[in-house]
């Protein structure tokens, strides 16, 4: 069972930032947050990881809390093309070992003009 | 690279028949992921492979359903007898080594009639 929970819907206006929240408070200490999206029944797309620091990279931002038990993926700029649900993931990664990927129901980001 | 590889894009079979996908992963990644996703459960996971080794099926919802990666470059998923609530988009992901990103293929879409 996926270890995440999100919103099931969020409106953005075009241009704005588009702030995705996701509670996770059952995770431990060597589980990562991952971040996909997936766009209308396209393969999901990675966007985004981090373990305790925040991150940014061309895509998104990630905000995660100091106790780690919740995170916010950040499109600063969100155009129509972001549009997509978007997951929430806590997944194993220690010492070279990876666990499975397991993806809830997400949050659908609609960005409106 | 072109990416995860699936074939066939789209699949119409009738109830009893047997069904046989297959995906070739990006090269030199060494985990291999299968996904099936309905609009009712989602995007689940049935099993996943580290170095063409199963680690975890729990996913395979029955004995029907099978996948094996007889080498690094491709993998099954057959389902035999298909029934008409098989019918989803079955998507194929894979990992490279020490990397965080899963890559999807462009999914199969299987209708059983």
């Known amino acids: 069972d996926a270890k995440t929970t999100q919103p099931p819907s969020m409106d953005c206006a075009e241009g704005r930032a588009a702030n995705l929240p996701c509670n996770h408070s059952?995770?431990?200490?060597?589980?990562?947050v991952y971040w996909y999206r997936q766009i209308h029944s396209q393969g999901p797309q990675y966007i985004i990881h981090?373990?305790?620091n925040n991150e940014t990279n061309e895509m998104a931002s990630l905000i995660i809390t100091e106790d780690r038990k919740s995170s916010t993926l950040i499109l600063p700029h969100a155009t129509l093309r972001d549009t997509a649900v978007y997951y929430c993931?806590?997944?194993?990664?220690?010492?070279?070992?990876?666990?499975?990927?397991?993806f809830g129901k997400g949050t659908k980001l609609s960005v409106k003009p | 690279d072109a990416g995860v590889i699936q074939s066939p894009r789209h699949e119409v079979t009738e109830m009893g028949q047997e069904v046989t996908l297959r995906c070739k992963p990006i090269?030199?990644?060494?985990?291999l992921f299968w996904y099936r996703q309905t609009m009712m459960r989602g995007l689940e996971l049935l099993i996943y492979?580290?170095?063409?080794?199963?680690?975890?099926d729990s996913g395979m919802p029955e004995d029907r359903f099978s996948a094996k990666m007889p080498n690094a470059s491709f993998s099954t998923l057959k389902i035999q007898p298909s029934e008409p609530r098989d019918s989803a988009v079955y998507f194929c992901?894979?990992?490279?080594?020490?990397?965080?990103?899963?890559?999807f293929g462009q999914g199969t879409r299987l209708t059983v009639v």
């Open positions: 992901a894979s990992i490279g080594q020490g990397r965080p990103e899963a890559f």
């Open positions: 981090g373990l305790k």
């Open positions: 059952t995770i431990s200490g060597n589980e990562y």
């Open positions: 492979f580290n170095n063409n080794v199963p680690i975890d």
């Open positions: 993931i806590v997944r194993l990664n220690y010492g070279g070992s990876q666990g499975n990927l397991i």
């Open positions: 090269s030199g990644h060494d985990y």
